[in-house]
């Protein structure tokens, strides 16, 4: 069905003075919103051999990966997205991720801490040191794994959540304060 729409998004995209690498890469995003992993996974690639450089298709498509359960197919993914962008913080979340449900705690620990060191926010601090000390047990199951995988990535999509909203308040109380005064108009008219 993709491959059908195909040819109209990209005449319609190079109308609109856009990349067919963009327009994947957004068929992509509301794909992986919506929890279609194989469809954003197929735009995301589409996305990459328009333009190979393009790193949040790349660390998009290790997240589509990741989610859909392709733990070594998301690593290399996002190993590669990470030679093009080694400060993002996404790509060492997904990495930490993925080596943690693959039973490599050492290598998820590795990322991390990496991650530690890029995010502010607290709640993830605290959450993230919380995953990385149950990792350090000898024998996790599959399941404690996906358990405490699943909690720091749900932590961090929430709060990612919560700063947006934040910065939406902002925009409008800030937009209240600049609103212009009404423009009134006085009568000519004496009485």
Partial sequence: MLRQWAPGVIALVCLSGCSASTAFYMQGNRALAA??????????SSALIENPQHVGARTALGVA???RGSFPAAIQALEEAQSLDPYDPRIQLYLGLSYLRLGQPDRSRQHLTALLEQIPN??????AMRAMSVTQEADLSDSVREYVAH???QTIRQEQRV?????RVRILETQQLYRPAPHVIRS????
């Avoid at 929890?35 to 995301?44: F, K, L, Q, S, V």
């Avoid at 607290?122 to 959450?127: A, C, D, L, S, Y």
């Avoid at 700063?163 to 910065?167: H, V």
């Avoid at 000519?188 to 009485?191: N, S």
């Fill in 35 to 44: 929890g279609e992993y194989d469809r954003a996974i197929h735009a995301y």
């Fill in 65 to 67: 990966h990741y989610r």
């Fill in 122 to 127: 607290f709640i993830v601090r605290e959450q």
């Fill in 151 to 153: 909690s720091l990535e």
């Fill in 163 to 167: 700063a947006a909203l934040a910065d």
């Fill in 188 to 191: 000519t008219r004496c009485r």
